[in-house]
């Protein structure tokens, strides 16, 4: 099964602090995501990537980068955090759309609160 | 309209019931139709997809998909006090890029021992 894991399960940050929330597939997945969710609101996109380096925005990018220096290995950066993206982060990543599924898998999710 | 409709719930049951969830569609171009469990404060677990229409089985779960109808359905047999999560379905076209996945709200499931 693939594995999508997320190193940080909880982080407390103050607002103007650098955040970064590390993803990690072990299924040599082309695509990884990275999505918000809130009560209300449901999922959010706000970047992908479909190749080593390559990214592209997704629905609310703002206040946010990304970081893919490897194939299994996805960064959220957040540059000077704020109190409204205290927020659930999921990492997700899906095979290429030539060899798998146009499915996507899940990490355990990264709960951030910023004071 | 939305392009996917979920009833929030929540939805209680007994243990043992049969549960009925369902989402509705409006992209014809949908394929992928995709049901997620998410426990509280963790991340959705993929439970079972479906390619294009019909049904599918897995233990205790079945998936339906009726494109005629753009109607989607996760069955619950035998629900268990270990089901109460919510449930999200998602939908995909095939060979589509990345920000072609459309989830549904989620639907809260409170089974009852």
């Known amino acids: 099964d693939v594995k999508v894991t997320q190193s940080s399960r909880y982080l407390v940050k103050r607002t103007g602090e650098k955040v970064f929330l590390e993803c990690v597939q072990d299924m040599d997945h082309e695509n990884m995501f990275w999505y918000r969710q809130d009560p209300g609101l449901g999922l959010r996109l706000i970047y992908f990537?479909?190749?080593?380096?390559?990214?592209e925005k997704g629905d609310i990018p703002e206040g946010y980068s990304v970081s893919r220096e490897k194939k299994e290995r996805f960064s959220l950066i957040l540059e000077s955090a704020s109190t409204n993206q205290t927020s659930m982060y999921l990492c997700a990543s899906r095979p290429s759309l030539a060899t798998g599924a146009n499915v996507l898998t899940f990490g355990a999710g990264s709960r951030l609160t910023v004071l | 309209q939305k392009e996917v409709e979920q009833d929030p719930g929540p939805l209680s049951v007994p243990e043992g019931a049969i549960v009925s969830l369902n989402c509705t569609y409006s992209?014809?171009?949908?394929?992928?139709f995709m049901w997620y469990r998410q426990y509280s404060r963790k991340g959705p677990e993929l439970l079972m997809y479906?390619?294009?229409?019909g049904n599918k089985e897995d233990g205790r779960f079945t998936a339906q998909v009726d494109k005629s109808s753009k109607y989607i359905s996760l069955f619950i047999r035998d629900s268990q006090p270990s089901d109460s999560a919510t449930y999200l379905c998602?939908?995909?076209?095939?060979?589509?890029?990345?920000?072609?996945?459309?989830f549904g709200p989620g639907t809260r499931l409170s089974v009852l021992p």
């Open positions: 479906t390619y294009s229409s």
């Open positions: 992209n014809s171009a949908f394929q992928y």
């Open positions: 998602a939908m995909s076209a095939y060979l589509s890029y990345g920000q072609n996945f459309v």
């Open positions: 990537s479909y190749d080593v380096k390559m990214k």
